[in-house]
């Protein structure tokens, strides 16, 4: 009876499936679906912006401060973008493996080529990123240092799997490295587009196209009557490829403008998952980028 017992439980530790070693919060969809990419079953993740959420207006929730309560590891886009909801849910976490400083406060942009750092701000400039730029998640170089950075902290954390962690990095950069150039085999460069908001300007600089001019006359200030005329007289001049907008940002006002010119409107996603088939980052890229031509 006891050998039979014995076996029952050798058969349970085997058949049993491994316990994730690590707990992870990420802010943004992106960021866990890369933490997914490279952690597999090896992580737990959290995140704790829907796809569907404006990610400039995201408010703390007990939900969020408890998921921090658990983590071993936040990881964030950092340029300020979390600032309205992150440090409170830091302090409020007591979690002191999340602090500023501590292994576990990963500020994915610390890796980053960021672009727009801007040397004074002030009110009237508008909603203004003083840091640079946050939106580089449409940049596939930059997630990749992200990648890199992502998965010697993860093999740090959980020094057993270390192997696992850059094991999982390398495919992630070959499959990146083999879609790039696809990506960059499309005809983009030197095409002019209308944007809604300045959300894709490290993938303009990545695959050479441009914007002559933004729907908002200054970031996070809805467009004006006299600034939309204005545009409209500036789209007639340099007779841009399309408006751009993403399911959070000025569908119904790039449609209006679309009707008094005669320009496109192409809606993007604003990160994985935001729209239908763009599940992770791979699907993300080939949606935004094929949208282009």
Known sequence: MRKLLFCFILLGAITRPALAEVNVVATLPWIGSLAKELGKDKINVTVLVKPSQDPHVIEAKPSMILAA?????????????????????????????????????FDCSQFVKVIEKQTTVDRSMGDVHPLGNPHYHFSPSNVLRVADGMARLLAEADQANAGFYQANYKAFADHLREKEKTWHSLPLAGKKFIAYHKLFEYLADEFGFQFIGYMEPKPGIPPSAAHIEELIEEMKRSKPEAILVTPAYGIQEAESLSKKTGTKVVVLPQDVGSMPGTDDLFSFWDKVITSLQ
């Not at 590891?73 to 440090?87: A, R, S, T, V």
């Not at 849910?89 to 576990?104: A, D, Q």
Request: aromatic share 6%; proline share 8%; charged share 25%.
């Open 69 to 105: 309560r658990k983590a071993d590891i936040i990881m964030y886009d950092g340029l300020d973008l979390e600032i309205g909801y992150l440090p409170l849910i830091l302090e409020s976490s007591r979690n002191p493996k999340l602090m500023p400083g501590k292994t576990g406060n």
